[in-house]
Nanobody, 127 residues
Framework: QVQLVQSRGGLVQSGGSLRLSCAAS??????????MGWFRQAPGKEREGVASISSGGSTLYANSVKGRFTISRDNAKNTLYLQMNSLKPEDTALYYC???????????????????WGQGTQVTVSS
């Protein structure tokens, strides 16, 4: 059974940094064909893709976070990370990690491409 357990989020000031983690069990983050992503959902808005990583290490970022956020993984710890720098108030949202099998899809920032989800963690950026 795949389980994704996220670290706590937090409250940070604009311009600050925060790192989210997502520990997997029943799923190998680095195995061939596996892929993972980070998503977020602000109140009243749809869930949107933030970043995704393939088993080969390819990454894709939403334009809104490109250059500020970095997705990475530690295969030994079986954990996915999202390093968030230069945070802005508009980054405030509930953040989710997600995972699936079968090869990195053509639209890896589309939530429908993922069947396994973490519990979500709140990130709030104050101005």
């Amino acid at each position: 059974q795949v389980q994704l357990v996220q670290s706590r989020g937090g409250l940070v000031q604009s311009g600050g940094s925060l790192r989210l983690s997502c520990a997997a069990s029943g799923y190998s983050v680095g195995s061939y064909g596996n892929y993972m992503g980070w998503f977020r959902q602000a109140p009243g808005k749809e869930r949107e893709g933030v970043a995704s990583i393939s088993s080969g290490g390819s990454t894709l970022y939403a334009n809104s976070v490109k250059g500020r956020f970095t997705i990475s993984r530690d295969n030994a710890k079986n954990t996915l990370y999202l390093q968030m720098n230069s945070l802005k108030p508009e980054d405030t949202a509930l953040y989710y990690c997600a995972a699936d099998y079968g090869g990195w899809p053509s639209a890896p920032l589309d939530p429908i491409k993922y069947n396994y989800w973490g519990q979500g963690t709140q990130v709030t950026v104050s101005s």
